[in-house]
């Protein structure tokens, strides 16, 4: 079973500038997340998908990031304008619905902002 | 609000000591818990979970039993492995809606 996919590995961009990151879900898995984590700390949650619809994006800087899975399966998530703040490893996970399921990571897009 | 928190490291130990990582939760309701793992170089892995009150999550010779009562879920190893190194991070998801929240990690060291 392919698991969840992410892209790029890697982002080195100046701040202000722009950036989008791709993530593919396991199949059939209708709960998608994008946190944030920052060298030395735990995941933070920025967004939750269910199917197409957002569940929680609380964390989300609004101001600067979105996200969207338009069609339920893949997402993307933007940062414009980049800030040095955000420099960070960017996670996408994916689950079925249902209490007790275990989320699924791909391996991350390192950003760096400099 | 859904919290969890656990203990800070580094945690160093020598080959076959015991190892625990206490964690504590936050919740309206009864959550489910996990303990996942990120070894060195590698993605976020699911060590071990536990859904309901007195359920014993074990995998790979950890445990974690969720105890309600102390809102705790701690970690715990017998004898440690040099492989074994890595970050440790406690997470709940809250009955509704399928939150998944992480504790801020555990790095531990085993040193052969």
């Known amino acids: 079973e392919a698991g969840v996919a992410q892209s790029p590995r890697y982002k080195i961009i100046e701040k202000r500038q722009s950036v989008a990151f791709w993530c593919n879900p396991i199949s059939g898995h209708a709960t998608l997340y994008w946190y944030q984590q920052i060298l030395g700390q735990g995941p933070k949650l920025l967004i939750q998908f269910q199917n197409n619809g957002v569940v929680d994006d609380s964390q989300l800087p609004k101001d600067r990031f979105s996200a969207e899975r338009l069609k339920g399966v893949d997402s993307t998530l933007k940062i414009q304008p980049a800030k040095l703040e955000d420099s960070a490893v960017y996670l996408c996970?994916?689950?079925?619905?249902?209490?007790?399921?275990?989320?699924?990571f791909g391996q991350g897009t390192r950003l760096t902002v400099v | 609000g859904n919290s969890v928190t656990q203990m800070e490291g580094p945690v160093t130990l020598s080959e076959e000591a015991f190892l625990t990582i206490n964690c504590t939760y936050t919740?309206?309701?009864?959550?489910?818990l996990f303990w996942y793992v990120q070894y060195p170089g590698e993605g976020l892995q699911l060590l071990l979970k536990?859904?309901?009150?007195?359920d014993k999550g074990s995998n790979k010779g950890f445990e974690a039993t969720y105890r309600k009562e102390t809102t705790s879920f701690h970690l715990e190893k017998g004898s440690v492995q040099v492989s074994d190194s890595a970050v440790y991070f406690c997470a709940q998801v809250r009955a509704a809606g399928n939150k998944l929240t992480f504790g801020g990690g555990t790095r531990v060291l085993v040193k052969p």
């Open positions: 996970a994916s689950s079925l619905s249902g209490q007790g399921s275990e989320a699924f």
């Open positions: 919740a309206t309701g009864y959550p489910s």
């Open positions: 536990a859904t309901k009150a007195d």
